[in-house]
């Protein structure tokens, strides 16, 4: 094949490639540090809400209802799980946040995933004695050996208003 690019084309053109890597790169360095602050800065890094004798108390009282699955893929074409339902507080103390386990099986019932998450939104108020609030997680991975069941859910920690 006979080369049809002139001496200043080609040096254009490597150029031009050299700088489309060198942004590439940039990309994904870039999003590979925000996945990396977000892991480490997220809710799994915050602090724990107390879980005391009248957390535990408390915690006797609240149920999960109505539990709902779904997956979807998100824009990078990975599988993300999201868990649903509603938490029904049945006490008389009102309730600031839930800090809830998530703990997926695998078909033996031995737990291969446990997922630690707050439910209640920083903006929401406190859900009041005798009433309910819908929440939602998304959980990014689970392995392949889950038996398929909603995960068991545990409150493990509570902030009483």
Do not use: C
């Not at 800065?41 to 408390?58: D, I, M, S, T, Y």
């Not at 386990?101 to 019932?109: A, L, V, Y």
């Not at 998450?117 to 005798?130: I, Q």
Request: proline content about 6%.
């Amino acid at each position: 094949m006979v080369d049809t690019l002139e001496p200043e084309e080609r040096g254009s053109f490597a150029v031009a490639l050299i700088a489309g890597a060198v942004i590439v790169a940039l990309i994904v360095g870039g999003v590979a540090l925000v996945a990396r602050l977000t892991r480490h800065n997220g809710p799994a890094a915050a602090q724990h809400l107390p879980f005391g004798p009248a957390e535990q108390g408390a915690a006797q009282r609240i149920h999960f209802l109505e539990p709902q699955m779904a997956r979807a893929s998100n824009f990078l074409n990975q599988e993300v799980t999201y868990i649903a339902g509603t938490i029904s507080n049945d006490g008389t103390a009102a309730i600031g946040d839930v800090e809830a386990t998530f703990e997926f099986r695998d078909p033996f019932n031995q737990v291969i995933l446990r997922e630690t998450r707050r439910l209640f939104d920083a903006n929401a108020g406190p859900l009041p004695g005798g009433r309910r609030r819908d929440f939602q997680i998304s959980i990014e991975y689970i392995p392949v050996e889950w038996n398929q069941q909603y995960p068991q859910i545990r409150v493990i920690g509570l902030q009483l208003r």
